[in-house]
């Protein structure tokens, strides 16, 4: 039988368009593929970034917490050589003083006042149990000097908070802290003008207690890690691994994620990694000196199944169509072979210019017969690829989105205020402008969140937001820190007392009740002001000046007003 061109041609054209069909589907598969795991990996390190951000936070949280308990009068009065009764009373109040801190830190384990001589007996010690909080006294209070969380931050230079090695809490009588990890924050009690500590305020911290309150907010099926400055696992979803030094074993880092080993020879401080089950990222954090590690490594993994999961999806879709380009490629190349060779042509460039993401060519979608029904097919295929990428493009915003607003009030997140007071900064300088911060506090806040629930504060917290965010210009950038903290960055100022009416008019606005429910919530505010450059010259240093004022302005605010400079 001879076999006629057109057969020859029909045969050629069904093989071109099944194959153009399935490399088409299997590229935009594959890009597919390439788009989510990128995306993941963006995204993990940006969530990454913001715990250790929020981690070094918490840091600091403790460390004044602990400084606070030392430098307190009581802790002077119950070290200090003289009469039984005021040290007993300096005791007591301490000991009070202590519970209320566990109280508001259920993260922390146990509070306690350590004499400096007496081998480094306790004072006062007031632990956390599972029935509550507990005052240990008498024989019970025991010598803690050969700790090194005690001879050590005895040598530490004076205001300066010692922060241990993360480790296996073996004391014992430890309590709700026995046998579970973690860390301990060291103060030095002085007495005014002494050249030697009297003694130190311990705090003993829920390591995974305080990793479990940050991760609370995390998607499921995204793992934590935390490393110590060696690679060993302090916490990791397995729990076999974590502490395994402890153990006598080893549980590294660099051998579950081999590319993290860049973190410990200094090359870089983050890394992304993907293996075959996980996308994870990892961020070194350096720590202030003198601490005993000096970085920690956190990291966030997820499993690739579930970040491939619309990508599989999208697969067996296309699978589907291009099978369906498939068979009409075959039959209308066998019907119609002479008749289709030109459109058929004009379908295969586009395709390949679709599998090239080049500009597309127009369709014969007008046509009726078989030409037009492949040419509209794939008219729908280029539409439900275009769907999902876009579908995609617009999640990744929302994470993007999710990763530097404040999930409550939408306003900027820390990360996003710091870079932009960056960027500011850098204006400012090259132009020689002005910048000024108001730092803002709210008074009582904590009374609102007690009497009424969290549900009145958030409430308060989204009115506050949107008073401050009508108080100022639009080109002003206003962010929620955390808790009840507010900061307005000001740029272009002429004069400080374009600043200072400014805040005053950011307190006014803030001064009327908010309405809840059937119900007015009366907040106060306190605003500390800096100015760039008298003020400070870097981020940091205008951060902390206004953050200072503040503080100034919540003490003084009853006799004078709510605004400190």
């Known amino acids: ?78 070290l200090a050589d003289g009469d039984a009764a005021v040290r007993t009373r300096a005791e007591n109040h301490l000991a009070a003083l202590f519970a209320a801190i566990l109280q508001e830190n259920p993260e922390f384990f146990q509070m306690r006042l350590i004499d400096a001589n007496d081998h480094g007996i306790e004072r006062v ?103 110590n400055r060696n690679g060993d696992f302090l916490l990791h979803p397995d729990p076999a691994r974590a502490f395994a030094f402890d153990r006598g074993q080893r549980a590294l880092v660099q051998e579950q994620f081999s590319a993290a080993a860049v973190l410990f020879d200094g090359s870089t401080d983050h890394v992304i990694t993907t293996t075959p089950e996980l996308v994870a990222a990892f961020v070194k954090q350096p720590l202030s000196p003198p601490q005993q590690d000096a970085f920690f490594t956190l990291g966030l993994s997820q499993p690739l199944d579930h970040v491939l999961k619309e990508s599989n999806a999208l697969g067996f879709t296309m699978l589907r169509i291009v099978l369906a380009f498939s068979g009409l490629s075959v039959l209308l190349a066998a019907l119609l072979a002479r008749a289709i060779t030109r459109p ?30 492949l040419a509209r097919s794939f008219a729908e295929m280029q539409e439900r690829i275009d769907a999902q990428v876009a579908e995609l493009h617009e999640k990744q915003d929302e994470l993007n989105h999710l990763a530097s607003h404040d999930n409550l009030t939408g306003l900027p997140n820390r990360r996003l205020f710091l870079d932009r007071l960056d960027l500011a900064l850098a204006r400012a300088r090259r132009n020689e402008e002005r910048l000024a911060l108001l730092f803002i506090d709210l008074d009582r ?71 809840y429910g059937t119900m007015t919530l009366e907040v106060g505010a306190s605003i500390g002001v800096s100015q760039y450059p008298q003020d400070g010259q870097t981020a940091s240093e205008l951060v902390a000046s206004a953050d200072r004022a503040m503080y100034r302005a919540k003490k003084e605010g009853n006799r004078r007003n709510n605004i400190a400079s």
């Open 1 to 78: 039988m001879r076999i006629g061109i057109a057969l020859r041609t029909g045969l050629l054209l069904a093989v071109i368009g099944v194959l153009a069909s399935g490399f088409t589907g299997y590229y935009a598969y594959n890009s597919s593929r390439t788009l989510l795991v990128g995306a993941a990996e963006e995204q993990l390190m940006a969530a990454t970034r913001v715990l250790v951000r929020q981690i070094s936070v918490s840091i600091e949280t403790f460390s004044r917490h602990a400084s606070m308990a030392a430098n307190s009068p009581q802790a002077a009065h119950s």
């Open 125 to 227: 010690r007031v632990d956390r149990d599972t029935d509550g909080l507990v005052r240990v006294t008498g024989d019970d209070l025991q010598e803690k000097g050969h700790y090194p969380y005690v001879f050590e931050a005895l040598r530490q230079p004076p205001g300066t908070v010692y922060i241990s090695r993360p480790a296996i809490n073996r004391e014992r009588g430890a309590h709700a802290g026995q046998d579970k990890p973690s860390i301990v924050f060291a103060a030095q009690v002085r007495r005014d003008g002494g050249t030697a500590p009297l003694g130190l305020v311990v705090i003993n911290v829920d390591l995974e207690g305080v990793f479990r309150q940050l991760a609370a907010d995390l998607p499921s099926g995204i793992d934590l890690y935390l490393t």
């Open 344 to 373: 058929l042509d004009q379908i295969v460039g586009a395709v390949k210019r679709f599998s090239a993401a080049q500009q597309r060519e127009p369709l014969p979608l007008e046509r009726r017969d078989e030409i037009g029904v």
């Open 445 to 515: 806040f904590k009374d609102i969140n007690d009497m009424h629930g969290h549900a009145a504060g958030d409430a308060m917290l989204r009115a506050v937001a949107e008073r401050i965010r009508a108080s100022v210009r639009e080109s002003d950038t206003v962010a929620r820190l955390g808790g009840d903290e507010f900061v307005v960055l000001v740029e272009g100022t002429h004069h400080p007392e374009d600043t200072s009416l400014l805040a005053q008019k950011v307190l006014t606005a803030l001064t009327p009740p908010v309405p």
